[in-house]
């Protein structure tokens, strides 16, 4: 005869849940969970990738505003 020798502290007993409504499918937690990432990483690619452009059109703006200053200062220099 065998003998079960665990013991649960005195007070204390798992009891199951039937019929509980808080079940979730982890499949359908799992994919939403990386769908959430995939649109969090996709939104701020483009955050960057506006961010980026402004970027490119204000060096495009400072080196148009570079040349004028310089044919600007030829001319003068030619004048004079």
Known sequence: MQTN???QPA???FV???GGGETRD???L???AYAVIWVILMVWIASLWRKQARLHE???GLETAIDRASQKG???SAKG
């Open 74 to 76: 030829a001319d003068a």
């Open 30 to 32: 799992l994919v939403t």
């Open 16 to 18: 199951a849940v039937e």
């Open 5 to 7: 020798t665990t013991q």
């Open 58 to 60: 204000r060096i495009d």
């Open 26 to 28: 982890g499949e359908k």
């Open 11 to 13: 007070g204390t007993s």
